[in-house]
């Protein structure tokens, strides 16, 4: 089984004295049930339950927690023993009055750990009529990172990635794997076929297998068949749109904006393709402007580099700045700081500043503490960076940052039209998971107030 980040934070929720029943997201494929089962030898008693088969979503039809827990053990026929148990309840979804009875578990029995999961889970939280707010904990499950990547595969790269700065010593073979994991990809299936056969071309059949099931949910999450067939539409052509897109004639078709906005909506929901929306805040709170163009970001890069045919581009590939207008790069750290953010929902943001005189746009921001930090994914010269000057001469601070192909380093500089100093922290684009500890150090180290 494939070492899991999140497997740290079961851990400690484990050991909580305030312990609630936890309901883990994310899309399907993505480890849910397997980090459970490793999650489970650190049990004495685990009960595993699937509400996809009918013996077990019966169960919940039974009056009180009591006989849930123990017609669970019968069933599953274990005879229980001293010491923690846990209560694993899979395909959530499937039973509204399931959902209901979580708040139960934290009620009447919260010596008995609760983990509850499903595939389609965000569709049946809108249909639960008394959801036990307050009473569950959420922890958000993504692809594989490139830290965990690291961890399965390279160890030893793992240590150098974690030093702060990363060493010139360790850039190339970080960059050489980041390069490799591109490839690969993040979906646990994937990497643990790769691992086992140290085959990267038969990866195709897998990551069309994969694409393939999530074209055939759109039948369990769409509200009537012209809805199933605008989403096939868009699972479709959406991997070919270069940039930001509007909803009218998406993908080449007669399709109205409203019939387009339903069917991305329900796809941002399942967490296949999520809706990338700009900010024009140049200080806290960094707001979406729903009014605007949004981006697609896909559930993993590595297959949406199957989609585009771009493996044989990827192969001893130098720069992914290079590769597909550089949208590839751009997609994979948004990816990777999607995935470090596992106790709340994280979407990343772009900024935008469109007038008369000309429009502007900055790759990604981020929020820390007071202040929006620009971050352009990009190569070249300090002096291309054109839509990042923009926003430095508005903003409250002057630090920015690039990710990009080369080796860390801080510099100083000024805009060209302003002559606003500031500081440029260039970051090889590997460290995408390291961001937020990035820009702590860079807050220190400069004594940005």
């Not at 983990?115 to 049946?124: C, N, Q, R, V």
């Not at 569950?136 to 030893?156: K, M, R, S, W």
């Not at 700009?278 to 949004?294: A, C, D, M, V």
């Amino acid at each position: 089984m494939l070492q899991r980040n999140s497997l740290d934070f079961l851990l400690k929720w484990q050991k909580s004295k305030k312990r609630k029943p936890l309901l883990l997201r994310g899309a399907r494929q993505v480890g849910k049930t397997t980090l459970v089962r490793m999650l489970a030898k650190y049990y004495s008693n685990y009960v595993e339950l699937n509400l996809e088969k009918a013996n077990d979503k019966s169960l919940f039809d039974l009056e009180n927690i009591e006989q849930i827990i123990n017609g669970a053990f019968l069933l599953n026929k274990i005879s229980p023993k001293k010491g923690p148990t846990l209560f694993f309840i899979d395909e959530i979804q499937e039973s509204p009055e399931a959902i209901k009875q979580l708040r139960y578990f934290y009620e009447e029995r919260p010596d008995i750990h609760v983990i509850a999961a499903g595939s389609l889970l965000e569709f049946a939280l809108k249909k639960v009529p008394s959801f036990p707010v307050g009473r569950i904990d959420y922890l958000y499950l993504h692809p594989i990172n490139f830290d965990e990547y690291l961890q399965a595969c390279h160890p030893q790269a793992l240590e150098v990635l974690h030093q702060v700065p990363v060493p010139d010593y360790g850039h190339d073979i970080l960059l050489q794997k980041f390069h490799d994991y591109a490839l690969i990809g993040g979906m646990p299936e994937v990497l643990s076929d790769y691992i086992e056969s140290n085959d990267m071309v038969g990866l195709n059949k897998v990551y069309k297998k994969l694409w393939t099931a999530y074209k055939d949910d759109a039948e369990k999450y769409a509200k009537n068949n012209t809805n199933k067939t605008i989403i096939k539409h868009v699972i479709d052509t959406a991997p070919y749109q270069l940039d930001r897109i509007k909803f009218e004639n998406f993908g080449n078709s007669n399709y109205r904006s409203r019939e387009v906005g339903e069917a991305l909506r329900a796809l941002d929901l399942s967490k296949v393709i999520r809706l990338i929306y700009p900010t024009s805040s140049l200080i806290p709170p960094l707001i979406s402007n729903f009014k605007k163009r949004p981006r697609l970001q896909f559930l993993d890069t590595g297959m949406l580099n199957q989609i585009l045919l771009l493996q044989s581009e990827l192969i001893g590939i130098k720069d992914l700045s290079n590769l597909h207008t550089g949208r590839i790069i751009e997609h994979l750290i948004g990816q990777e700081l999607i995935s470090i953010h596992t106790e709340f929902e994280f979407t990343p943001s772009f900024w935008t500043r469109e007038n008369s005189n000309g429009n502007a746009e900055v790759d990604l921001v981020y929020q820390y503490q007071k202040h929006i930090i620009p971050i352009e994914i990009k190569s070249g010269k300090q002096g291309t960076l054109r839509s990042l000057h923009q926003f430095i001469e508005r903003t409250n601070h002057s630090f920015a940052i690039r990710m990009y192909a080369g080796v860390f380093k801080i510099e100083k500089h000024q805009t060209p039209k302003g002559n606003k100093p500031y500081w440029l922290m260039n970051l090889p684009y590997y460290l995408g998971t390291q961001l937020p500890t990035y820009i702590a150090y860079f807050v220190e180290k400069y004594n940005m107030k």
